[in-house]
């Protein structure tokens, strides 16, 4: 069973920066896509952001220069730097795992069938 843990969340000001990590059991962590979704109370689950084996990328339009998604395959790790937080990305933060190999990376929340706990993110001033 795939493990993933996600940890960085906080209560932060608005403006601030924050790096969310996601530690991956997987031992071929490197060939699968990976995402950061979000989840706000009363809303649905969203994507965030998403990165491939070939290290492309692909974003929100809402967080779109704002956060950068990453990856250490050594590590087996996944990262989202988040910087310029509003209230309005106040969420639990879930990183997720697509095990079906893919060219592009889908957004879906469907092919990602592997999910961490979640680490809440807090922006209030």
């Known amino acids: 069973e795939v493990q993933l843990v996600e940890s960085g969340g906080g209560l932060v000001q608005p403006g601030t920066s924050l790096r969310l990590s996601c530690a991956v059991s997987?031992?071929?962590?490197?060939?699968?896509?990976m995402g950061w979704f979000r989840q706000a109370p009363g809303k649905e689950r969203e994507g965030v952001a998403t990165?491939?084996?070939?290290?492309?990328?692909g974003y929100a339009e809402s967080v779109k220069g704002r956060f950068t998604i990453s990856r250490d395959n050594a590590k087996r790790t996944l990262y989202l730097q988040m910087s310029s937080l509003k209230p309005e990305d106040t969420a639990m933060y879930y990183c997720a795992l697509d095990p079906s190999p893919k060219r592009y990376c889908s957004s879906g929340l469907a092919d990602y069938r592997h999910w961490g706990q979640g680490t809440q993110v807090t922006v209030s001033s």
């Open positions: 997987e031992f071929h962590f490197s060939i699968y896509c």
């Open positions: 990165i491939g084996r070939d290290i492309t990328t």
